[in-house]
Structure formats: C-alpha cells, structure tokens
C-alpha cells in the first residue's frame, strides 16, 4: 500500500509539475502576440474608404456582377464562355478599350502558342503593365466556370437570372467564383478612374480559368507552364480559397478573415479484389464484395497519421489566442505539442473540418461489384478520394493501406474507378504568414474590414493555386466575402440559392483595390 501511496504521490507532483510547464508557456507566449498586435496596430476602429464611390458607380458594379451570372458558364469550350467575355469587355470599357491600346492586354494567344499539349487553353490571361521590368509580377487569378444546377425548382429565383432582390445577388456562380473575379476588374476599374493608381510599380497578371471545377488542367496548368518555360517567378499570388466566416472556431466570437497558405492535394485510388466467382446461393466466407466491406472497415478504424503540434491546425488558433478570453482555451492551443494525443483521438472521432486540417483523408466514393442478382463476381473495385497534407506522399497512403488492409487479394493503383482522371498530385508549398506579404493581406482586410479577425489556415479543398504555387512562394488565397452561419450561406456554395450581399460584394471591391496599393506600396523593396 506505501509503494501504491508513493507513486500516486509522484505521477501527483509530475502533473502538478506538466501543469505549471503549460502554464507558464502559454503566458510567455501570449505576452509575444499580444506585442506583436500591439506594435502592427493592425486593428483600426474605423474602416478606409479606398474607392470614393457614388451611389450610380455602385449600382453600375452590381449590374456588372449580375450580368456576368446570366451567362451558363458550366463546361468550357461552351460558347456561354465568349459570350461572358465579350460583355465582360464591354461593362469594363476603360479597362479594355481595343485592341490595341487596352489598359489589360490579353496574352492568351501567346500562351496558346507557347504550350505544347494538345487539346486546348481553358483561360484567359491579362496584363496591367508596370513601370519596372526588372521587378517580380504579381499575378491575381479566379475562374468563371461553375458547378451544374442540381434541382433548379430548389431555387427562389432563376439559377442563371442575376436577380438582385432584397439586398443579394442570385445566380450559379455569385460565390464561386464570378464574386472574385469581377471583384477584381471592378477593383482595377475604380483605382483607374479615380486615378488612384494608373499604373502599377510592377506588372500585374490577371488570370482567369474556366475549367477549375473540374481540376484546371487545361487552364490554370497550361498557364503555369507557360511562366515555367519563359522563367517568370512571382512576387506574390492572390486566389479564391479563404473567406470571412462567423462561428466557424469555437474559441472566438468575432468573424474571422481565413487566409489559405497552403491547400491539399488529390489522387484517386483504385482498391481491386479478385475471387472466385460462382452462385449466390453458396457463398463462400471471402466474397469479392465481403473482403471490400471489410477493407472499408479497416480504413475508417485506421485514419492516417495526424499532424497537430506545429501545424496548420496550431498555426490558426495560435493566431486566434488573443481574441478569445478562455485561459483554458488558450492553454490547451499553446501546449498542443503536449496534449496532441489527446487532441487527436477527439478530432479523430468527430471529423469534419478539423479532422481534415489535421491529416489525409482518405474517403470511399464509390463501389463496383457484380452485374447479376445470382452470381458472386470475379472481382469488386473501389474509388478512394485522397486529400492529401503537403506532408504526405501517395506512396505513404499506399503504404498505409497495404498494412491496415493486410490481404494479399487486394491491389491499389492510381487513377481511381468510374472513369476518373488518373491524376495524382500534391502541392508541398507553404507560403509564409510572418512576412510582408502576408501582412499586406492582413494590413489590407483589416482596413476595409476592421471587424473582423485574419489568421492563415490550411484550404482542404481545391483551387487553381494548386498549379500557381509551382510560380511563387508566396501564393495566398482569399475572397472578401463574407458568410454567416446562421443563413447556411457556406452550403449555398456548389448548393442551391447561391447568392451575394451587396454590401459585401461592394465591400469586396475595396479590399482589392487596397490589396493592390499596398502590393504596389509595400512590395517596392522585393
């Protein structure tokens, strides 16, 4: 009993002991962030008119914006696409004038002429020419083709109307990503008339795909490759992939700006089990389709490893910790190298968005087994949607489902079942959150934008900046849109009733116009 009452008394004083070490770290550190704000003044009480805006120059934006929503821009090389841009054209008259002495110069002919595969160019690429050649360009980039209409009697207006009703816009595409884009020529347009900045310090590419919702390798790639092969590297890179979202951590109450520093990669997996066939009314215990069911089993019990301390995860709440009151919260965020563990098996059993920032996901999408009610088929196959952690490589996933698997009858390759593409990459560039580059995103939300909080994060799902990360290390993506909980607003993404605040998308404007000055004000020394 005394060696009993000796050792409760020792793992006693090692907690006590872990508890003061969690202490005193999360105190340190909150003393270094809470410096750090202090010194940026990176959170003004009033917001910066960047653009003197007239009642009749917003109304002109809005119909810009609703205009370019009428256009079914669902598969390029619809004629929908010429269509939109030859309105485009037209709406922003001061930025393309003609041909000849445009203020944006299309180059997509050279990058036709340049890239080699077959096939086609599924983007249009713009230049705002800058008054210093010898500087880095930045590129600015979005894409107009949207996702199909799943059940158009689900919408209150016409999914391709533009209809501007109760202070939204409705219409495929007003979030994803027509928002950004026009955002960005209107941004251009106002600077322009105002004669805010009539030419940037730098070249600035404007790029926008067309084939993005379906992996952006006819656009956003062959336009990559282009830079590759003429050896442009970018100074800075600005896509869609973050948003403003309200409740979206539980730590804090105000809405926060996410800002993508990195996003994921794909593959596809083709899971492929042989057997014997024969007749249903005899099953053997190893079917084709039992040994699958099985397979999926064991994938969902043996999730790939997590990365939690000096993560993506710890870098956005470390990010977060000064605007939250919680002390336990704050001690839990700066100790996370410690309470990983713990942390993991709680993720772990409640998915979602977390789960996905912590670690590949490796999900079941579909199955195929079997063409007859009676017999027992020869083999089964199964599609696995991978997204990948820069960290991680196919050949990790792989080794990792041959070991949780374990059956000598079950064979992996790339390329996935149902006809997918056969494409697996990942994208391992991290851009910086420490360095001007991001504080010009941050210095410029936060003017506009003052209410709300900017911290990086991991983007789980898929952008063009996939392929633009190969052009820069320093490539961000971020919308200035704002979405709330409480009107299911991220589920109209890709959903049904897409729609935009027109406050916000003028809002929008201002953010990217003032991205720009800074750009061309806090970049003049890279």
Not at 343 to 365: E, H, K, Q, W
Not at 467 to 494: A, C
Not at 499 to 526: F, H, P, T
Request: charged share 20%.
């Amino acid at each position: 009993m005394k060696l009993i009452a000796n050792l409760f008394k020792l793992a006693f004083a090692g907690l006590i002991l872990l508890i003061s070490l969690m202490v005193v770290r999360t105190i340190l550190f909150l003393q270094q962030s809470n410096n750090k704000i202090n010194n940026n003044n990176l959170q003004p009480k009033e917001i910066k008119q960047i653009i003197p805006w007239t009642q009749t120059d917003k109304e002109l934006a809005i119909q810009r914006l609703s205009k370019g929503l009428t256009f079914k821009t669902l598969q390029y090389p619809d004629p929908s696409f010429d269509d939109l841009f030859t309105q485009l054209f037209k709406d922003f008259n001061l930025l393309f004038n003609n041909n000849t002495s445009s203020i944006l110069q299309e180059i997509t002919n050279d990058i036709k002429s340049s890239v080699s595969e077959e096939g086609f160019l599924a983007a249009k690429v713009f230049l705002w020419k800058g008054l210093n050649n010898n500087l880095k360009p930045i590129l600015l980039t979005g894409h107009v083709d949207v996702v199909p209409i799943n059940d158009e009697k689900q919408w209150i207006y016409p999914p391709f109307s533009g209809a501007i009703k109760d202070g939204y816009i409705y219409g495929r595409g007003a979030l994803d990503d027509k928002f950004a884009v026009y955002g960005m020529f209107e941004a251009i347009q106002q600077l322009i008339k105002n004669k805010l900045l009539i030419q940037p310090e730098r070249d600035i590419y404007i790029s926008i795909g067309m084939d993005e919702e379906i992996g952006g390798y006819n656009g956003a790639r062959k336009v990559t490759d282009y830079f590759l092969k003429k050896g442009i590297e970018f100074a800075f890179i600005l896509d869609e992939g973050g948003l403003i979202g309200d409740k979206q951590v539980p730590i804090v109450d105000k809405p926060i700006a996410l800002v993508s520093i990195a996003e994921k990669g794909h593959c596809d997996l083709q899971v492929k089990v042989n057997c014997d066939p024969g007749h249903s009314s005899m099953p053997s215990p190893n079917t084709c389709i039992n040994m699958l069911a099985k397979a999926i089993v064991d994938i969902e019990k043996n999730p790939m490893p997590s990365y939690i301390a000096n993560s993506f995860i710890q870098i956005l709440l470390k990010d977060l910790l000064p605007y939250t009151d919680s002390f336990i919260s704050k001690l839990l965020v700066v100790n996370l190298d410690i309470l990983s563990p713990i942390v993991d098996f709680v993720i772990t059993r409640l998915g979602g968005t977390l789960n996905a920032m912590i670690r590949t996901t490796i999900t079941p999408t579909i199955i195929n087994a079997g063409d007859r009610p009676n017999v027992l088929p020869s083999f089964a196959t199964l599609n696995l949607n991978t997204r990948i952690l820069p960290y991680d490589s196919v050949e990790s996933i792989e080794n990792h489902l041959k070991k949780v698997i374990n059956n000598p009858n079950i064979t992996f390759t790339t390329g996935g079942a149902g006809g997918q593409s056969g494409r697996c990459a990942i994208q391992k560039t991290v851009a910086c959150s420490d360095c001007v580059e991001f504080e010009i995103i941050r210095k410029s939300i936060n003017e506009v934008q003052p209410d709300v909080i900017v911290a990086p994060y991991l983007f789980i799902a898929g952008s063009d900046s996939f392929h633009y990360r190969d052009l820069s290390k320093f490539s961000y993506g971020y919308v200035p849109m704002r979405l709330f909980k409480e009107h299911n607003d991220l589920g109209r993404i890709h959903g049904h009733n897409e729609r935009a605040s027109v406050e916000n998308y003028i809002e929008a404007v201002d953010v990217y116009g003032n991205v720009i000055l800074n750009l061309n004000e806090m970049l003049k020394k890279q």
